[in-house]
């Protein structure tokens, strides 16, 4: 297996266990029985668990991103922009079998036990998410697609803890049709 490879395995181990049972519950051991290596090959590429969690993070987030970029990019509406906006968020659900969350939703409930420069790069994950959201709540408001009151930032706060909490839900027996039908009644309401 190529080092590059081999990195890329553990990052994807890693972050489907902290989405499935949270970085608490995650170990090296757990990670090594998934890749099938041993765990000082993991060590190796990652010397603490502090590592391995900034590339997680680094990785989602550059990922995550990448889809807000897509969806700034389309010619759609500000409704439309949200639409595919939360359509991010049921893709979680969908490409699993629902027993996953969103992994840095997760790494945030555990944000007290995390290192401060972990903790860093979530709260700038969720600032660029934010500002995303903002700009096509905006958009909406000007092309006249979306219709709400008080701010942006309010409304994108409220938008994105409902679909963060709906991912927890649905984790907890949920469905993604009450994730949808959930959605569907957000987007009527603006």
Do not use: W
Not at 26 to 53: C, E, N, Q, W
């Amino acid at each position: 297996m190529s080092p590059a490879s081999t990195r890329d395995k553990i990052l994807d181990a890693a972050q489907g266990f902290i989405a499935r049972v949270g970085v608490n519950a995650m170990s090296y051991k757990h990670l090594s029985d998934v890749v099938g290596i041993r765990k000082a090959s993991i060590h190796h590429h990652f010397p603490t668990k502090t590592d391995l969690l900034l590339h997680v993070v680094q990785r989602y987030h550059g990922h995550f991103m990448l889809k807000l970029d897509s969806i700034m990019a389309d010619d759609g509406n500000g409704r439309a922009r949200l639409e595919s906006y939360c359509k991010v968020f049921e893709e979680v659900l969908t490409r699993g079998d629902c027993t996953g969350s969103c992994p840095l939703g997760m790494l945030v409930a555990e944000m007290q036990t995390l290192d401060p420069k972990v903790k860093v790069m979530l709260m700038q994950f969720y600032k660029e998410n934010q500002h995303r959201l903002h700009q096509i709540l905006e958009q909406g408001l000007q092309d006249g697609s979306l219709h709400f009151k008080g701010t942006r930032e309010a409304l994108g706060a409220l938008i994105f803890s409902l679909l963060q909490g709906l991912l927890f839900l649905t984790r907890g027996g949920g469905s993604v049709q009450m994730f949808r039908t959930t959605v569907d009644q957000l987007l009527v309401m603006v």
